[in-house]
C-alpha cells in the first residue's frame, strides 16, 4: 500500500511537471480517482513541501503548482474577481505601488492577491511590487510623483471657468475652489473605519470574498462565516436604525444569503428591544372581528 501512495504521489507531480498549475479535478482525472482522494494526496504533498498552493481561487479551488512555477500562475489571473483584477491590472501597469495612496477598496484587493502582489516596506513606507519585478528596481521618486488626484480636482484643473477672463483677472484670490474638500482627511476616515472591519472580520475568522459597494457612509461585502457565504453590511454612524436593518435585508435577499449588520454602535434603544422581543415570536396571526 505505501508502495502505491508513492506511485500516485510521483504521477501527480509528473503531471504537475508537464501541465505546470493544476486543479484537483485535474490531478483526479489522471490518477484516476475521486476529487476527494486526489485532494488528500495533494494535500500531504503540501505538507511535504514538495507542492505548493496559490491564494487565488479557479472556482472554489486553489491551483496547486510545483515551487519554481509561480510565474505559471499569471494565466489564470482571468479567474480574479472584479476589484482584484483590477488592482492586478493596475500593478501589472505601474510594477510598484505605494499602499497609503491607494483607494481603500485597491488596498484590500491588493492583500487578497497574495500570488501576484508582494508587500515591502521602504523607509517605514508598505510598497507593493509585481511578483516578477525585483524590489531592487524600486524608483521611489517615481512612485511619489504618482500621488492619487480626486476626478473632481482633475476636471477643475483641465476645464476652463465659464466666467469671463476680464472678472478672473479683477479677482486676484481666485483659488477658493480647491478649498472643497479635504481628501486626505476624508481618505483617513475611510481607511480607520474599513481598518475596523477588518479588524473585525480577522478576530472572528470571518473571511473577506468580495467587496460589493465601498462608500463613506456604507460598506458592504461578501464574507465566509464558518463555510457558508454571507453578505456583511458596515454603516460609518454610532446608531443602526429600522430602516438600515430593511436595506441590509433586501441587499441580502436579493442575493440570497444571509446578512450580518456592523456598525460603531449597537441599535437604537427601542429596536434593542424589538430584536429581543421578536426572538421568542412564533408567529403573528390574524383574528376575524366579524365573527
Aim: aromatic share 6%.
Amino acid at each position: 500500500m505505501v508502495q502505491d501512495t508513492t506511485e500516485i504521489k510521483e504521477k501527480i507531480i509528473s503531471l504537475m511537471q508537464i501541465k505546470g498549475p493544476s486543479l484537483p479535478v485535474h490531478v483526479s482525472s489522471e490518477i484516476k480517482t475521486s476529487i476527494l482522494f486526489a485532494s488528500a494526496f495533494l494535500s500531504e504533498l503540501i505538507s511535504e513541501k514538495r507542492i505548493k498552493i496559490s491564494n487565488m481561487r479557479v472556482g472554489s479551488s486553489p491551483l496547486y503548482f510545483l515551487p519554481g512555477q509561480e510565474l505559471m500562475l499569471e494565466k489564470f489571473s482571468q479567474y480574479l474577481k472584479s476589484r482584484e483584477k483590477e488592482a492586478f491590472m493596475l500593478l501589472k501597469e505601474k510594477r510598484f505601488l505605494k499602499d497609503s495612496v491607494q483607494a481603500p477598496a485597491i488596498r484590500v484587493a491588493l492583500r487578497e492577491i497574495r500570488d501576484f502582489a508582494i508587500p515591502f516596506k521602504n523607509k517605514d513606507e508598505i510598497f507593493w511590487r509585481y511578483f516578477q519585478i525585483p524590489e531592487s528596481e524600486l524608483d521611489i521618486q517615481e512612485i511619489k510623483e504618482e500621488k492619487i488626484v480626486p476626478i473632481e480636482t482633475k476636471k477643475e484643473a483641465e476645464v476652463p471657468s465659464e466666467k469671463p477672463l476680464i472678472i478672473l483677472e479683477k479677482k486676484e484670490k481666485p483659488k477658493r475652489k480647491p478649498k472643497k474638500s479635504s481628501p486626505k482627511k476624508t481618505s483617513n476616515k475611510d481607511d480607520k473605519f474599513f481598518a475596523s472591519i477588518k479588524t473585525f472580520l480577522s478576530e472572528n475568522s470571518i473571511e473577506l470574498i468580495d467587496i460589493e459597494s465601498f462608500g463613506k457612509k456604507e460598506i458592504a461585502l461578501k464574507v465566509r462565516e464558518n463555510g457558508e457565504d454571507k453578505l456583511l453590511v458596515a454603516y460609518n454612524k454610532n446608531k443602526i436604525s429600522g430602516e438600515d436593518i430593511i436595506k441590509a435585508s433586501k441587499r441580502a435577499s436579493e442575493k440570497k444569503l444571509k446578512y450580518i449588520i456592523l456598525g460603531l454602535g449597537g441599535p437604537l434603544k427601542k429596536l434593542d428591544s424589538l430584536i429581543e422581543a421578536l426572538k421568542g415570536l412564533s408567529s403573528i396571526k390574524k383574528v376575524n372581528k366579524n365573527l
